[in-house]
């Protein structure tokens, strides 16, 4: 059974948060609240982890999976961003955006898409998420909660730790989040496209 862990969504409790991220560093799959609903995250060496999201999700090995960042600088680490889209991304974050770009030697290939040699970052705009990243210490890879068969992620942890109850480790609680996803951005050939439109607002990456 899933652990249900509540956590104030302005100043997360620190005792709670180290138990979430004790949890991560015990290679646990956890179901948390974002700014663009939930999604499910694990550390980035969880293999286990990785292919548990695959399957909870029915996606197959092409999946772009997405490094949740707590900084841009961190965000620097696994991704390179040449000077057209530095000031742009960071002007843009934290928010509800997702930038694909290409992955530095930091991305473990399994992360990476196996063709491209991309992968997916974000800086979300939530002070949970925020907590246990600063924790943690190093990203969380992460994958919106869209279950088969649904077309928006999941915003209630209740309704999550009955459905998921088995297949996830924890369900972090903050109040309610929204359904809306991110805006995706690839910008892994030197432009920025716009391939789905979300919260963040795409125009400032349209020419």
């Not at 290679?27 to 609240?33: C, E, G, H, T, V």
Request: proline fraction near 7%; charge should be negative.
């Amino acid at each position: 059974m899933a652990r249900f862990v509540d956590l104030h969504p302005d100043n997360p409790q620190p005792r709670l948060v180290g138990q979430v991220v004790e949890a991560l560093r015990d290679d646990a799959l956890i179901a948390y609240p974002t700014d663009s609903g939930y999604a499910l995250g694990c550390q980035l060496g969880n293999r286990d982890g990785r292919d548990r999201i695959l399957r909870i999700r029915d996606l197959d090995e092409r999946h772009h999976f997405t490094l949740m960042c707590r900084d841009f600088s961190q965000l620097g680490q696994f991704v390179h961003v040449d000077n057209s889209a530095f000031r742009a991304i960071k002007a843009a974050v934290p928010g509800p955006y997702t930038f694909i770009l290409p992955a530095t030697g930091e991305v473990p290939r399994r992360l990476m898409h196996p063709k491209k040699k991309t992968v997916g970052v974000r800086i979300p705009d939530h002070a949970v998420v925020w907590a246990i990243l600063e924790e943690l210490g190093e990203p969380m890879l992460t994958s919106t909660l869209i279950l088969p068969g649904e077309d928006e992620a999941r915003t209630m942890g209740w309704e999550i730790k009955e459905d998921l109850d088995h297949s996830v480790d924890v369900v972090v609680e903050a109040g309610e989040t929204t359904a809306q996803p991110t805006t995706v951005i690839d910008w892994s050939e030197g432009q920025p496209e716009v391939l789905r439109v979300g919260a963040g607002d795409p125009a400032r990456f349209e020419s």
